[in-house]
């Protein structure tokens, strides 16, 4: 059953001031009592990154005039969940939401993102978590489309709640109002990049790269998120932090590798 | 069958000059030719971080007199994973290593891990690929008990190759020389940080953090890497970069979640 007014964490990796998460934190106003604590700067490709090497600093924030509170932090959306959980909040939120992404973070995209590392991050604390993402990279995206979708999703999570160590990795295509065909439960498609390193020369001369690359995919399976989006669809994922292949225990065992 | 002369990618998150990863290059030079693409400086805790913000160096190192060639880079390890495949080798190497780390990467560190990240960068690009940790943070740590496990690992792997998109997680126990009692395959413990944030105040006044955190598991399953390394094993899990809860998929459809 849903608390009557949860605590709901919002987070993001695009900073505290990125139109996606300006859209989360006034949808989720409307449901729940709002705590934001999300990046001072951009943190895309953070991976699931924390900070130890160095130190972490906190300030309390007034972004627009909504009733939630908001704190912008030095670290990564890791460290923002650590320090939100530790620090800032006085009780576990009912809710950690992460996002909305700016750009995909389907399939192999899971991996390298800082939106989901957040919700991860929540997982890994036993705080129920969603990470959303919208597949359109720019930074005037337009989230109308998807704001009745996310407000459905969370509004179930809380009712219903989540499997025990499962998070939700959710993506919606990128299309014009009304036009997503609904919402699909998925695996994580098999996907990869092909980087392409763009090499320059700097004016002294001394050469540096630009990570770029291509996003390939031969996984056709229509239970995976690519499908899904491709196909008009909004993709739901459940995740686990714990990376063991279990179904390769057996076999490596039956190699008798040895020492 | 292991190739005459592997081509072996070595790499680390403790940066190209962390003792670990000169034990890993010296032992890796007697199985194959060798290649270092390593971090100029230290990584750890950068999970599975890459550089999309910034620009990405590349220098050509002498650190020792083996035969190896060697490069640092400006980036995270799993940069220099795709720097190494797409602008330094000319062929797909044989097999990645990454280590040895100084520390665990045991149960959810594996996570955070900037060392398993590299080497789960190398799995998703196509290369079998195995991340090594002693659970000793000392920059001084004795990695000579732990070099014939390394050594007998690497030849059988190369021998028989991994199974696709699985990669290992090898952490050795800190035990002094001869006392290792063997190899275990295992699957990830469930464990997690308790954080401990040190709060404190600059010289102007202004309040900053450092993580810091104690470690916790409840799981004391045999079949786990904690139970492994608290019981004087090598634990070895088969980890993949696949993240979905494939075992809740039906359970979240059953809900019949909506939009």
């Known amino acids: 059953m849903m608390p009557e007014r949860p605590l709901i964490l919002v987070t993001n990796d695009d900073g505290i001031t990125a139109p996606g998460i300006r859209t989360l934190i006034r949808l989720m106003n409307a449901i729940g009592e709002v705590v934001v604590v999300a990046p001072d700067s951009p943190q895309s490709g953070m991976g699931h990154a924390i900070t130890v090497n160095t130190t972490l600093q906190v300030k309390k924030e007034r972004v627009d005039d909504g009733p ?4 912008s932090t030095s670290g990564t959306p890791a ?4 320090l939100a959980k530790h620090e800032i909040l006085d009780r576990i939120p009912d809710l950690c939401v992460s996002g909305i992404n700016h750009g995909s973070n389907s399939s192999i995209n899971v991996i390298y993102s800082g939106t989901m590392s957040a919700a991860i991050e929540a997982g890994i604390e036993g705080i129920p978590a969603i990470g959303f993402s919208l597949c359109d990279y720019n930074w005037d995206a337009d ?5 009745e979708y996310v407000t459905s999703i969370v509004t179930q999570v809380l009712d219903k709640g989540l499997p025990k160590g499962v998070i939700l990795n959710v993506n919606f295509p990128d299309m014009p109002d009304g036009q997503i065909r609904g919402l699909k439960i998925c695996r994580q498609a098999r996907a990869n990049w092909v980087e392409e390193f763009d090499k320059r020369r700097n004016p002294q001369g001394k ?4 990570l770029t690359g291509k996003f390939v995919t031969e996984d056709d399976g229509s239970d995976s998120d690519e499908w899904a989006l491709r196909n008009g669809y909004a993709s739901v994922v459940p995740i686990t932090f714990d990376l063991t292949a279990h179904e390769h225990i057996q076999e490596l065992k039956s190699w008798g590798i040895h020492g």
């Open 68 to 71: 939630q509170l908001e704190y």
């Open 79 to 82: 460290d923002c969940v650590k």
């Open 143 to 147: 989230f109308e489309p998807v704001e």
């Open 207 to 210: 050469e540096y790269y630009w």
